[in-house]
């Protein structure tokens, strides 16, 4: 209703809430779900009362550890809330998301070895070109600290030859 008491939950939201209804009906959203107070959630509820215009949101609620994708319309009566569990798309988008940063790091890396590859034939030694590989991939990528080792010895310890960036406790 118009002072965010819940008047009618469906089965679907009481299973998302992980609360039954009787529980909810009658209560203040914020007293319910009081970690919902200060949150997108809360501003976009009063703002779409306040203006009379339907608002939508993806949030996440920590309590529940779901993302929600929200749509409210507001009435004169209220407001109705739509709501699912968007964490599924969410994980995905964000899988997608480190795909294409992996992808972007593959392509910097490809232009990387072609500069290198040109560039070779005035190097003076292979420590020469490790240098230049570390320092063009820090200038080049999102990277902030690269280095190139390899094992001595019998050891499976990797000791560095090259490296650059900032080392910040690398």
């Known amino acids: 209703d118009a002072e965010f008491r819940f008047t009618y939950l469906n089965d679907r939201a009481e299973s998302m ?14 007293e319910a779900f ?21 608002v939508t949101l993806t949030e996440y609620y920590e309590p529940l550890e779901t993302w929600f994708e929200v749509r409210a319309y507001p009435s004169e009566s209220g ?16 899988r997608l998301e480190r795909q294409r940063d992996r992808l972007d790091l593959v392509e910097a890396f490809t232009h990387v070895v072609a500069d290198v ?26 990277l902030a600290f690269v280095w190139v080792g390899r094992t001595e010895g019998s050891t499976a310890e990797f000791l560095p030859s090259a490296w650059a960036g900032r080392e910040d406790g690398y």
Do not use: K, N
Request: net charge negative; charged share 35%; with cysteine.
């Open 17 to 30: 809430l992980e609360r039954d209804a009787e529980d909810l009906l009658g209560s203040v959203v914020w």
């Open 34 to 54: 009081p970690a919902a107070v200060g949150t997108d959630f809360q501003a976009a509820y009063e703002r779409a009362l306040r203006e009379m215009e339907a």
């Open 79 to 94: 407001l109705t809330v739509y709501f699912r569990d968007g964490t599924e798309r969410r994980e995905r988008e964000r």
């Open 117 to 142: 590859g040109t560039a070779t034939e005035r190097a003076v030694s292979r420590s020469h070109i490790e240098q230049m590989v570390c320092r063009r991939l820090v200038e080049t990528t999102p």
